[in-house]
């Protein structure tokens, strides 16, 4: 079985959990990830969180 090769995902606007309901409503969950954030990635789990 091969591992895949990690990756690295720079952010601009990103939630982790819930997203918001609709566009312009109050958030309804989640962490809001700040710009300029990069996740660290491999096979489907996030590694690290960098700024």
């Given amino acids: 079985m091969t591992t895949a090769a990690p990756r690295t995902y720079w952010l601009e606007h990103a939630w982790l959990g819930t997203l918001p309901q ?25 590694t690290a969180v960098r700024t």
């Avoid at 609709?22 to 789990?45: F, K, N, Q, W, Y």
Wanted: charged letters at 25%; glycine letters at 20%; a neutral charge.
């Fill in 22 to 46: 609709a566009p312009g409503s109050a958030r309804a969950g989640g962490t809001p990830i700040e710009p300029g954030v990069a996740l660290d990635v491999r096979d489907g789990r996030i």
